[in-house]
């Protein structure tokens, strides 16, 4: 993105992180089919949402989406979805069930004000890469292919007309942009920042609204495009935030995180270089921990980072091993000082099923 300037123009990418888990559940409980979608609670003014869905073998897929632009640094996304789980609509669907396994990724929320120039010499985004995720439907897989599809034919017709590679593909963003793709996120882009904007109450209604003119092909009316805050921007200082009490887990419907990364299959060789790497080693205590009370404890949905004491004060520990590659990490360090880097030996979780 920085080397060939490609976020120039466009609004910064905004996220949201997704926890995720597989359970057994109850064969009489299973509807094959049914699909669940939430909205708020457990959060109170955070965006974000829940999903409950279905799946074939007395499988039901759950999980808990949390805007990154969230602005308490005491609010803990993992202990959110606990949360999430102990709902009277929720909760009996998942007693006397089993938990089989468990991720965490963060979502791309920016949508089409956020996508970058997609094409550089020799190579393009497609997919998630780009943002092309349709985030009021919570649905990207669809685009991803299609954005395949479409980069696809571009390289067929430039090794066609003679191309040796190391050129861009210019008839990609051109046939992306003329495509359904296009068009969905399109309609659905005012969507998710309008409940930064107005809130959840007044922005729900709003994205509601927007979607339907949209739909009903009167968009026309509402033509303009809301922009974004950059997540990393957002949190307020400890200090100034609520603190928010978390109950502990019951190890039957919610858990800890140590017994949810052993179900994501997560492995790293060992020896190897820290993956999650720190521009100034001295930022986390001296900023985040004084001022924001350490929250990348508390937003890593894996445990990796520990603030402990060792005899001279307080230092961050790194568990490496413990990344299930979600990123959030990289995307809301408040100074940006956290660099996510690709682990050596291909390690990272091993998700079944996900
Ligand atoms: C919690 C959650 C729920 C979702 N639910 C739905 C849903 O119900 N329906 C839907 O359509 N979409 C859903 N999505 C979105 C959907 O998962 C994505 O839009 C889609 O997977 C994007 O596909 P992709 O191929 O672009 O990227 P990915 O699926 O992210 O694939 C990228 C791959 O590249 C690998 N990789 C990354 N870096 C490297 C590297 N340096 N070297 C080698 N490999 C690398 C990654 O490990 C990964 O396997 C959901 C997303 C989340 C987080
Ligand atoms: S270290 Fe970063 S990328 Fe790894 S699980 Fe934690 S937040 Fe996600």
Redesign the pocket.
Known sequence: MTRFNLRDGVEPQTY?????ELWDIDPEKHQPGLVIHTQGWPLADTVGGG?L?HQEENQV?I?F?VALDYENPHLAPFEEMQRFKTHPAIRPVLEGGRRVAY??????EGGLQAIPKLVFPGGAL?????G???VP?????????K??MLAADAAFEAIQQGSQGGDELDTYPASFKASWVYRELHKARNARPALSKFGTLLGTLYSGLDLWFNTLGLGFLLPWTFGHHADHSTLKKAADSPKIEYPKPDGEITFDKLSSVYLSNTNHTENQPCHLTLKDAARPVDVNLALYEGPEARFCPAGVYEFIEDGTGRRLQINAQNCV??KTCDIKDVTQNITWV?PEG?G?PNYPNM
């Open positions: 949201g992180i997704g926890i995720k999903f869905y897929a999980g989406i991720g965490a990724r963060a979502i791309n497609i997919g998630c890469s780009a092309f995720v349709n439907r919570i649905k990207g897989s669809h685009n991803a292919m954005s395949a590659h979600c690709v291909g990272g």
